[in-house]
């Protein structure tokens, strides 16, 4: 009997799997550890803390496939990390968008994601889903605005 093909074969979900894994496991927190826990204090013993949180929101937008998104989520994480001043928060909300990304790929199939990726086909959810999270996103974001005077997480929590 001849060998199965590729795509049935168990190394592509072996591959698969792995993808899995690194996306909703070791990025998040590798990325919360490296962008939250050294980056905005270091940036923001140095610059202050509004432009460690802009200037390290832009670099991590950069570093993804949709960059303005990933930025505001930065941002929205950065500041969960100030309200919370724990990592772990901040990494499991990472965790979860990223599962979230995963789930919706299962459920609605591309093509494989390049830098040219046609963003048309789902054009109208997007819309749909920016103009109801933009009010909460908002509000969240001007209530947690961090405050200059205040100390980073790591300090208050060192102090304790």
């Known amino acids: 009997m001849p060998d199965p093909p590729a795509s049935t074969s168990a190394l592509p979900i072996l591959a698969y799997l792995l993808n899995v894994i690194s996306s909703v496991v070791v990025v998040p927190i590798t990325e919360e550890f490296i ?24 670099i991590f937008g950069l570093g993804h496939i949709i960059p303005f998104g990933a930025a505001v989520f930065g941002i929205l994480i950065t500041l ?31 093509q494989q994601i390049t830098i040219n990726y046609n963003f048309s086909e789902y054009l109208h959810l997007g819309i749909v889903l920016i103009v109801i999270s933009v ?5 969240f974001t001007y209530k947690n605005w961090h405050k200059q005077q205040l100390l980073l997480p790591y300090f208050t929590n060192a102090s304790q």
């Open 35 to 58: 962008f939250r826990g050294i980056l905005i204090h270091r940036w923001a013993m140095k610059w202050g803390v509004s432009s460690a949180i802009l200037v390290s929101a832009i």
């Open 80 to 110: 969960l990390y100030f309200k919370t001043r724990t990592l772990i928060v901040p990494a499991i909300a990472h965790a979860m968008n990223n599962a979230a990304t995963i789930v919706l790929e299962l459920f609605f199939p591309t």
């Open 135 to 139: 009010p909460f996103v908002l509000r």
